[in-house]
């Protein structure tokens, strides 16, 4: 059932619908592809799976319920956001969007929670780090990077160059998080880990068994900047199952050949088949 839809300048059609699997919860459809599942009589409630696994890296992040900041890029049904403030109370929070008519459509019709510290800033992601708070450089405890124009990463969020102005944000032992969406092969998720194993000088994956191998068309999270240690394997106990957790030699094999991309060579991410995600991410 649809609860609200509205036409954007870009032509694109916004839709918030009802989800008929899980009572309260509503999903924001830009142009036929799912892009957020939000429950907002329970924000910890996390659907899709790539999210879930971003959510239980922020879980195990330092101390259980103490407030962080973070950064969004992409803002979408704001989900992550949400989920931060419900699991960490006072977390301060920025989220940097490119269509202002998306985000004015959503708090319309999903509110946010009234005292959460969300900041939303609307423009394109990496032009707007230039205008974030001084304050924020080298004090940002998390980054995720969740940005996709139609069912595609745009290239300039994609180099060396993008993750170094990122890099500039990270606390010390702070964590950037990347959905990454790619089929056969993952020869474009290998180049986005060994771009950010350069400017970060650690990365591991997560993601379903075989969509890391390959074999079919998903989300794998990629994870960089942690400090030593870091409980990796609360994760693989965490879920969702069935899931694998490259690091260390195996992360390294999953990267043999693949080189760091800079601006004069980056590319969108690939384009999923049309019969996935229901036609779309």
């Known amino acids: 059932m649809t609860i609200a839809s509205l036409t954007l300048s870009t032509g694109e059609t916004a839709r918030i619908e009802a ?40 879980d195990v992040f330092r101390d259980p319920g103490a407030p962080i900041s973070a950064l969004h890029l992409g803002g ?29 459509f959503v708090k319309t019709h999903i509110p946010l929670p009234r005292r959460a510290s969300i900041r939303v800033r609307r423009g394109d992601a990496r032009e707007k780090l230039a205008s974030l708070p001084q304050s924020m450089q080298g004090s940002t405890d998390v980054i995720v990077v969740d940005v996709f124009s139609g069912a595609q990463t745009p290239a300039h969020l994609t180099s060396v160059e993008f993750y170094i102005s990122l890099k500039s944000f990270l606390h010390p032992g702070g964590i950037v998080l990347v959905n990454v969406a790619d089929g056969q092969g993952q020869r474009f998720t290998r180049s986005q880990a060994a771009t950010m194993r350069h400017v970060f000088g650690n990365v591991i994956a997560m993601a379903e068994s075989q969509v890391l191998k390959g074999r079919r068309f998903g989300n794998v999270v990629l994870a960089a900047g942690f400090a030593d240690p870091f409980p990796l394997h609360r994760l693989m106990a965490l879920g969702p199952h069935p899931a694998t957790l490259l690091e260390g030699e195996s992360i390294d094999r999953f990267i043999a050949g693949a080189k760091p991309v800079r601006d004069s060579e980056a590319i969108d991410s690939p384009a999923p088949p049309k019969d996935v995600f229901g036609g779309g991410r």
């Open 76 to 104: 979408g049904a704001f989900t992550l956001p949400r989920y931060v403030e419900a699991t960490r109370p006072g977390s301060r929070q920025q989220v940097i969007e490119l269509s202002g008519e998306l985000v004015d």
């Open 19 to 58: 989800d008929p699997f899980v009572p309260g919860s509503v999903q924001l459809i830009l142009s036929d592809t799912p892009q957020s599942h939000v429950n907002p009589e329970d924000p910890t409630d996390l659907f899709f799976e790539y999210i879930r696994r971003m959510g239980h890296v922020i």
